[in-house]
Antibody, heavy 119, light 107 residues
Framework: QVTLKESGPVLVKPTETLTLTCTVS??????????VSWIRQPPGKALEWLAH???????SYSPSLKNRLTISKDTSRSQVVLTMTNMDPVDTATYYC???????????WGQGTLVTVSS | SYVLTQPPSVSVAPGQTATITCGGD??????VHWYHQKPGQAPVLVVY???GRPSGIPERFSGSSSGNTATLTISRVEAGDEADYYC??????????FGGGTKLTVL
């Protein structure tokens, strides 16, 4: 069974850096044509793709957030880490990680973690 | 940037057919994927590559795409189908794009 689980702080202050970890099981981060993406959803709003990392370590970022995001993976620990700098209240959202099939669709998704940005 | 347009809401009576559209420039040439998201839960893939159905998804869920519109069709709608539905493509620009979401209400 493939599962993904997000972990990280529930509350961060403005200007701080957010670090989120996605721990996967049931598949390897070295599986060809697979990757892991981060996607967020502000309360009551739509989904927004943030970044992905593929099995060959190729990375891609949302153009609007590229300067603030870094994605990396630790294959031995089956973890993918996303950092987002200079957090702002508008970054308050539920952050999901999801397995990426090829460069196509996301399945399955983690349960998500709500991050609130507030002083 | 590529934009996917969905109606904000669709309402349907139980047992009827729900149709949710996703508009985009020449979307028929892209692979379209659909997710449903029930309140407080993570999105779940219900259709991939226009019309593929993941294991565990009922045959009542089907998809199609042509021209500038992709469509998710839910036959014999049940109360449990009430959710937000999102379309998604991986655009030629190299980035995935989500639609704004459609809230399906079962009357």
């Amino acid at each position: 069974q493939v599962t993904l689980k997000e972990s990280g702080p529930v509350l961060v202050k403005p200007t701080e850096t957010l670090t989120l970890t996605c721990t996967v099981s049931g598949f390897s981060l070295t599986n060809a044509r697979m990757g892991v993406s981060w996607i967020r959803q502000p309360p009551g709003k739509a989904l927004e793709w943030l970044a992905h990392i593929l099995s060959n370590d190729e990375k891609s970022y949302s153009p609007s957030l590229k300067n603030r995001l870094t994605i990396s993976k630790d294959t031995s620990r089956s973890q993918v880490v996303l950092t987002m700098t200079n957090m702002d209240p508008v970054d308050t959202a539920t952050y999901y990680c999801a397995r990426l099939w090829g460069v196509n669709w996301f399945d399955p998704w983690g349960q998500g973690t709500l991050v609130t940005v507030s002083s | 940037s590529y934009v996917l347009t969905q109606p904000p809401s669709v309402s349907v009576a139980p047992g009827q057919t729900a149709t949710i559209t996703c508009g985009g420039d020449n979307i028929g040439s892209e692979g379209v994927h659909w997710y449903h998201q029930k309140p407080g839960q993570a999105p779940v893939l219900v259709v991939y590559d226009d019309s593929g159905r993941p294991s565990g998804i009922p045959e009542r869920f089907s998809g199609s795409s042509s021209g500038n519109t992709a469509t998710l069709t839910i036959s014999r709608v049940e109360a449990g189908d009430e959710a937000d539905y999102y379309c998604q493509v991986w655009h030629l620009s190299g980035d995935p794009v989500f639609g704004g979401g459609t809230k399906l209400t079962v009357l």
